[in-house]
């Protein structure tokens, strides 16, 4: 077959040219310039045709979005947990996207599911699972999401068929923990009112002893608690919560433990991460966002069970249509959150075979002590202030006399990065997220540069 004059060979090759510009203009210009919404809409061509457009029509109307999109990739962007682009990842997953098998039933997905089966089998063991299972789901939020429908069947197993029924169910987080946890409190029934933040102490990680007693206080009114919400790796700190503290008040108490490592999970790579890991096979699940640092695309991330069947028992559902083979254990769809489901696991599978678990544990290494040299830049930098050590890949800072929202601005606005800010203990801070597989050691001292440049010329003005 003449696979070089195929509509799909032309399109490839555009697509080539788009990515190939796409770099060109990431060296010329890290940072895409801000544009106000409205003003996209008057000036981008976003309409849709009554007739089709040509191929040079459509690749104009491309471009023109494409350069008005902000870059993640070029090594100036800071400001959220993913960020990159490595190319056996990108190659697993336009792989994955021409193929297009939804990963439900082995019939249609065939090799597709037993390599996704390996990842979950490979990331169940690192964390010290021995015979669990898993799901892909579209993301950290959703995994929690299925965490807690997983806790809330276990402990009140009559629920999926009966609901609520009265119930005052309980879950309990951290105050850092990450906004998914309420929401899908509010998703499930639950209600986001009775999410119980937990206090932390000074380096954001879960008071074990206030875990214990605000459940104990529950119990005693008559609550009934389904589900304690560790983390590894929260959103703005970075912290990791003591596991085995928080699993010794979970089995005595007999509440499901979950560990959301949507950020943090990568880091079991790295060996200097290993006591914030101990205790991991005691959780009951586990969040594992592949998209933050293992260098994929988004979105991919898998929600670890500690023992097999759960995910079955909580959504599998009669479809005869769909789930015609007697063996499930190879229909990924019947212990899934989704029906159509996107092949997510090929990227990851990729990229996996391409760095090999060696490459990942030098990659964890490596950010890691990137996110040590910004702390001491920090520290060597007057007039700036390092809000706390960094815990794993974040770093927080504040900046005299600038507010770290305008400082996040004017780096931005100045085309030098695109960084951001939390609050941290009711304070703003900038917070240097430091993913990116691509990041090199002078790109970080560069960017506290541009910080000293950027201030230096607000002083000026
Ligand atoms: C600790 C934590 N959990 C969950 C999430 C949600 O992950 P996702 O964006 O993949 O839904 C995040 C996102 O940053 C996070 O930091």
């Not at 946890?181 to 937990?198: E, F, H, T």
């Not at 229909?331 to 989704?338: A, C, D, L, M, V």
């Not at 760095?355 to 990942?360: A, E, I, L, S």
Request: glycine fraction near 8%; charge should be negative.
């Amino acid at each position: 077959m003449d696979t070089k004059n195929t509509p799909l060979a032309r399109v490839m090759e555009l697509f080539m040219t788009l990515l190939g510009e796409r770099q060109s203009q990431e060296q010329l210009e890290p940072i895409v310039p801000a544009v106000p919404p409205e003003e996209l809409l008057d000036k981008l061509p976003l309409g849709l045709p009554e007739q089709g457009l040509s191929f040079d029509e459509v690749a104009a109307r491309l471009r023109s979005v494409i350069e008005a999109t902000p870059s993640t990739a070029p090594g100036r962007f800071y400001n959220q947990l993913f960020g990159g682009r490595e190319p056996y990842a990108l190659l697993g997953d336009v792989l994955a996207t021409a193929m297009n098998n939804s990963m439900y039933t082995f019939k249609v997905a065939g090799p597709q599911v037993l390599l996704e089966n390996e990842l979950i089998e490979r990331m169940g063991k690192l964390m010290g699972y021995r015979r669990h299972e898993g799901t892909f789901t579209p993301g950290g939020s959703l995994s929690n999401l299925c965490a807690m429908l997983l806790a809330r069947d276990s402990v009140c197993p009559d629920f999926r068929e009966q609901g609520m029924d009265g119930r005052k169910l309980r879950v309990y987080t951290s105050a850092d923990s990450h906004y998914s946890v309420p929401k899908a409190a509010a998703m499930l029934g639950v209600g986001r009112s009775n999410v119980v933040r937990i206090p932390v102490d000074g380096r954001g990680r879960m008071l074990v002893s206030a875990l214990a007693s605000a459940i104990d206080k529950d119990v005693a009114a008559g609550h009934v608690p389904l589900m304690v919400n560790a983390t590894a790796g929260t959103t703005v700190l970075g912290a990791f919560d003591p596991i085995t503290g928080l699993a010794d008040v979970c089995e005595r108490r007999k509440v499901w433990l979950h560990l959301d490592g949507a950020f943090g999970g990568t880091m079991i790579f790295d060996e200097r991460f290993a006591e914030h890991f101990e205790g991991s096979e005691r959780v009951d699940s586990i969040t594992w966002d592949a998209h933050k640092l293992m260098g994929v695309p988004l979105s991919c991330s898998v929600l670890l069970v500690r023992e097999r069947g759960l995910l079955k028992a909580s959504l599998d559902e009669a479809a005869g249509y769909l789930f015609q083979s007697d063996d499930d254990q190879w229909n990924p769809g019947t212990r899934s959150i989704q029906c159509g489901r996107r092949n997510d696991a090929l990227k990851l599978w990729t990229n996996w075979l391409h760095h090999g678990t060696v490459g990942y544990r030098a990659r964890t290494e490596r950010l890691r002590d990137l996110a040590l040299l910004a702390a001491e830049c920090v520290r060597e930098s007057p007039g700036m202030t390092l809000v706390k050590e960094p815990e794993s890949l974040t770093v927080c800072f504040t900046v005299d006399g600038v507010s770290a929202e305008s400082l996040c601005d004017a780096l931005q606005d100045a085309g030098l990065a695109m960084v951001g800010h939390a609050k941290v203990e009711g304070s703003s801070v900038v917070r240097l997220a430091l993913v990116d597989p691509g990041t090199q050691k002078e790109q970080v001292r560069c960017f506290f540069e541009d910080v000293r440049y950027v201030m230096r010329r607000r002083a000026i003005a």
